[in-house]
């Protein structure tokens, strides 16, 4: 069974500081990673993805993530936060094969406030 | 390229009528899956239908059902409402195996919002 834990569901930080939101998985088999945004009242949109082919990955908007094995973490950063950033983001796992490429198993979202 | 279609985005129900939302995905998509948004719950998987066969199915009661079109376009039904089914559903299109990077990547709709009063 895969999990993931998303370290704080709010998190409020100034303009122009860095965003770093937590995620921690647990899977038994080689996890794909994902963060995705989500603006009010609209879907998912995807920020970023693990696949293996390199622990730091850089995503859109200026977002990055780094895999980590060993604590089992793929956290989130921005180095400048920016007023547009305010929104959920969810961490996501999946494992590849069979009958698991349509299912992720989502965190439970963290909600970004920017504060001027 | 359109994105992933989902309609009606609004709807509002009475306790035990039943609801059907549809979802038409991506070209070339063979891949549909459904999640439930809850403020409580989160973001749950509902299922996923793959050339038009249900392929996993999460933990829903059967008044929970899907079915997809040989176009892939898919809808999901809920029977008999419950106050609880309340929620935002979420489709995702995807190619429904490996791409290149070995993932498989969903892309969202915008949500259908359905209220059960």
């Known amino acids: 069974a895969q999990s993931v834990t998303q370290l704080g569901s709010h998190v409020s930080v100034s303009e122009g500081a860095l965003v770093l939101l937590r995620c921690n998985y647990s899977?038994?088999?080689?996890?794909?990673l994902f963060w995705y945004v989500q603006y009010p009242n609209q879907g998912l949109q995807l920020l970023l993805k693990?696949?293996?082919?390199?622990?730091l990955v850089k995503g859109i908007n200026g977002f990055e993530a780094e895999f980590k094995k060993s604590e089992t973490s793929f956290h989130l950063t921005k180095p400048s936060a920016h007023m547009s950033d305010a929104a959920e983001y969810f961490c996501?796992?999946?494992?590849?094969?069979?009958?698991?490429?349509?299912?992720?198993?989502f965190g439970q979202g963290t909600i970004l406030t920017v504060h001027p | 390229k359109a994105g992933v279609t989902q309609t009606p985005r609004y709807l509002i129900k009475t306790r035990g009528q039943q609801v059907t939302l549809s979802c038409s995905p991506i070209?070339?998509?063979?891949?549909v899956s459904w999640y439930q948004q809850t403020p409580g719950q989160g973001l749950q998987f509902l299922f996923e239908?793959?050339?038009?066969?249900?392929?996993n199915k999460g933990n829903f009661p059967g008044r929970f059902s899907g079915r997809q079109f040989s176009n892939s376009r898919s809808e999901m039904n809920v029977s008999t409402l419950e106050l609880g089914d309340s929620a935002l559903y979420l489709c995702?299109?995807?190619?429904?195996?490996?791409?290149?990077?070995?993932?498989?990547?969903?892309?969202f709709g915008a949500g259908s919002r359905l209220t059960v009063l």
């Open positions: 996501a796992v999946s494992s590849a094969g069979g009958t698991s490429y349509g299912k992720l198993t």
């Open positions: 070209s070339g998509h063979r891949s």
């Open positions: 693990y696949t293996s082919a390199a622990t």
């Open positions: 239908y793959f050339s038009e066969t249900q392929r």
């Open positions: 995702a299109s995807s190619l429904g195996t490996a791409d290149f990077s070995g993932a498989n990547v969903l892309t």
């Open positions: 899977s038994s088999v080689p996890p794909y």
